[in-house]
């Protein structure tokens, strides 16, 4: 009878403790601490570090307006390869050998282009350029990743798969056998590709490169006071007033992501600020990131842009542009609500809330990968 009596009151004694614990916790989250605890967490530990392969799409005239590819493509990791192998030859002083390099790199775009309209016409399993004959499309087949993995790969540019394709690139780029006539005349891209691979060495990766363009990432719409009128909530006003001082300071295009784009547009209209590029297909901070990517990529490149959301917001979002090969500056636009001082309050468990729901979707992010929608 004793001893059982000892082991209950142990077991009070420690359901006490954790309640006290969990107590403590409560006030603790209540407080301004520990919003301001994972959100210093969250910048020292999410890396932002740019994927080089991946920057290379975004580098100013690295893709000229006929060659405007999707990075992650075949054409697009052709274009890699060209110009890896055109890096070689020019640092071996083997300058004869351009041309050829040239010629082979034509015709490896149109064998890219066949294999695309064949299996546009046949509607079937893609097929690896080059290599992929029957028997590889079958194992295609199998093999074929779930369209979530798909995506995670294109934002990795540096997937196994894609190393795999541009080794292949450059080995044909390298080997393939081919005809010139001697009296063809040399093409004047082969210049201009020259002193892109020129330009880009001279580039010191040390040195942070002044902003191509602003980002402002939505943070949701809301019902105006008649209850009839969509328009910006608090999170993307606030975000859309630093906007204005930013842009004042750096008079840069400004992209607006998300789906409240067009409503964020009219908002900046109201106060004599036109942005013209709109990305207003994303439903989340990864689609925010992969498509305004793309958009940018599409429009000459921005190796470096000025980011506006919130704090909370900041250390996720400036990752996945990383990896997108977006490097940002990061200006942080205020909450809705304002933290007291030192005493607990209801406005501190808003931005407590903020930073829980931001610190478990980064490590969701990093544990087990992004999920993206394909881009249309």
């Known amino acids: 009878m004793k001893k059982k009596t000892y082991w209950m009151v142990r077991l009070v004694q420690i359901a006490a403790v954790l309640f006290a614990l969990l ?3 409560m006030v603790f989250i209540y407080t301004p601490f520990y919003s301001q605890l994972i959100v210093k967490g969250l910048n020292y530990f999410v890396p932002v570090e740019v994927n080089e392969v991946a920057a290379k799409s975004q580098k100013q005239a690295s893709l000229s307006d006929q060659d405007s590819y999707e990075p ?27 041309t050829l390099i040239q010629a082979r790199y034509k015709e490896l775009q149109k064998i890219i282009e066949e294999d695309q309209q064949r299996e546009a016409d046949e509607k079937e399993i893609p ?23 798909k995506v995670k790969d294109l934002l990795e540019l540096n997937s196994s798969e894609n190393k795999e394709l541009m080794a292949q690139y450059i080995d044909f780029l390298k080997t393939h056998k081919i005809e010139q006539a001697a009296s063809e005349p040399v093409d004047e891209q082969i210049f201009k590709d020259i002193a892109l691979i020129q330009d880009q060495n001279k580039q010191k990766k040390d040195t942070k490169s002044e902003p191509y363009a602003i980002i402002v990432l939505g943070g949701g719409l809301t019902l105006d006071k008649n ?58 901070t990864c689609e925010n990131t992969r498509f305004s990517s793309l958009l940018l990529q599409k429009k000459g490149g921005a190796p470096t842009v000025i980011l506006i959301t919130d704090r909370y917001h900041m250390p996720r979002t400036r990752r996945l542009f990383a990896l997108n090969g977006i490097e940002t500056i990061p200006i942080e636009a205020p909450m809705p609500s304002v933290m007291t001082s030192w005493q607990p309050s209801e406005k501190n468990y808003d931005h407590s809330r903020r930073a829980n729901y931001e610190m478990l979707a980064t490590m969701r992010d990093m544990w087990f990968g992004t999920e993206c929608r394909e881009v249309p």
């Open 72 to 98: 992650g493509s075949d054409m697009w990791i052709a274009r890699q390869a060209y110009l890896k192998v055109m890096e070689e030859a020019i640092q071996s002083d083997n300058s004869q050998n351009l």
């Open 227 to 284: 209850g009839k009128d969509i328009i910006v909530n608090n999170y993307t006003r606030l975000r859309l007033e630093t906007t204005l001082a930013v842009e004042k300071q750096y008079q840069l295009p400004i992209v607006l992501s998300g789906v409240e784009a067009p409503y964020m547009q009219s908002w900046l209209k109201q106060h004599n600020v036109d942005a013209k590029l709109l990305e207003d297909r994303s439903m989340n």
């Open 127 to 149: 097929a690896v350029p080059l290599l992929a004959g029957p028997a590889a499309s079958e194992a295609s087949m199998e093999d074929a990743p779930n369209p979530a993995q």
């Open 23 to 25: 107590a403590c916790l």
